[in-house]
């Protein structure tokens, strides 16, 4: 980002302007992280239904049903979490850039540590981590459908 940010006679204001910017990036994080709550629990919720349906009987037609909702609401928990991580990233890009008319720059410094090669110091980002848990549920959606279809009758063998 290029722009840049006037500090002559407006010290105060620029710190003013630096808490907020950190308190709205930290509701940013807030709002994703209930939002990953939220499909985490649909998730949880689908797959013990599904293993319920299961239980019940060799009809396969509903937990398959729900599988593919399932897989749906995983694309959906994916494709948020981009968002968020979209989001995040333009936020703390403007707090980066406001950092520059300060005489300290925690931000940026914590970033400068994170990014040292030091091994001791390794980072992973959130995003990284938390996109395998969706990639988890959608693959046991996959596996429990492929475990229930009963193939051989829909292809007409046996």
Request: charged residues 15%; aromatic residues 12%; contains cysteine.
């Amino acid at each position: 980002m290029n722009s840049t940010f006037q500090t002559k006679g407006a010290g105060n204001d620029v710190l003013v302007v630096y808490g907020l910017l950190v308190e709205m990036a930290d509701r940013v994080s807030q709002r994703r992280q209930a939002s990953n709550n939220f499909y985490l629990s649909v998730n949880t919720a689908l797959t013990g239904a599904s293993a319920y349906l299961l239980g019940l009987g060799p009809s396969w037609q509903g937990s398959s049903v729900l599988g593919l909702a399932g897989l749906a609401i995983c694309r959906l928990w994916i494709r948020n979490i981009h968002s968020y991580r979209s989001l995040n990233a333009a936020k703390f890009a403007v707090i980066a850039d406001l950092e520059k008319s300060l005489e300290q720059r925690p931000f940026t410094e914590e970033w400068v540590r994170l990014s040292a090669p030091d091994p001791t110091r390794r980072y992973t980002p959130f995003y990284k981590v938390e996109t395998a848990i969706p990639w988890i549920f959608a693959a046991v959606y996959v596996a429990q459908f492929l475990m229930v279809v009963p193939w051989r009758r829909l292809v007409g063998i046996g």
